[in-house]
């Protein structure tokens, strides 16, 4: 069941993604209708190739979608995402999401800092002094800015984790995407990755995350299962949700 009467920040209306190729069309998203709420963590599970990347694909903008409408309440506006051009499209995406991959995904010749000084200046949303300054308050809140100035082949996997969520937060984003973030980690690095997440949940972030992991169903404030494209709706969400946080940790 979609919250719309709660306090939607993303919605997704009547999605459907088709792949054309020689052999014809494929359908990845089904008519997808979701709701994303403020302040919830979201989790969007299923096996690979059931359509979760390309479910975040929507409502970050990244691809285009088939057809249906991906509206994001923002500012006091409503926008429709996909009527954005290119380069609104891509300032959007740099104030109002930070995006978590599964491959860390930094920048090898950038030291810690500079990558995660890169989205502020990119964004222009900070001065150079400022940007630097920031990115070592997020670097120590990840507990990695005594490794400011290394290059990440000298951290660990699971530290290089960190930097992206530090990286992913640069432009204070409400909204943080995460794909597969902890997959690659071993579960003592993926628990105190989610233990990061929750606590910013708890701070008044909204994290959708997608993972192949049912295991981690009872981390989430709510989860939605999705298979061959198709979206199943196993869970509302709740302020409890957030309570249960933290427990059995």
Known sequence: M??????????????VKNY????????????????????????????????????????TGVDELTSGEVIVHTNGESISLHTLSENDLALWRGRTMGVIYQ?????????????????????????????????????????????????????????????????????????IV???????????TADHIFQLFERLVQSGRTIVMVTHDKGLMPRFSRHVEIADGELFHNDSFSPRGKARMGEGQ
């Open 2 to 15: 979609t919250q719309t009467q709660l306090n939607p920040l993303i919605e997704l209306r009547d999605v």
């Open 20 to 59: 054309k190729s020689e052999a014809g069309v494929f359908p990845a998203l089904k008519t997808i209708n979701l709701s994303i709420e403020r302040g919830e963590f979201l989790g969007i599970i299923g096996k690979s190739g059931a359509g979760k990347s390309t479910l975040l694909n929507m409502f």
């Open 103 to 175: 491959s860390f995904q930094l920048l090898p010749m950038l030291t810690l800092v500079q990558n995660v000084m890169m989205p502020m200046d990119m964004s222009g949303l900070y001065h150079p002094r400022k940007s630097r300054e920031r990115a070592i308050e997020l670097l120590d809140m990840v507990e990695l800015s005594e490794h400011a100035h290394k290059l990440p082949a000298y951290i660990s996997g699971g530290q290089q984790q960190r930097v992206a969520i530090a990286r992913a937060l640069a432009n204070d984003p409400p909204v």
């Open 178 to 188: 995460a794909d597969e973030p902890t997959g690659s980690l071993d579960s003592l």
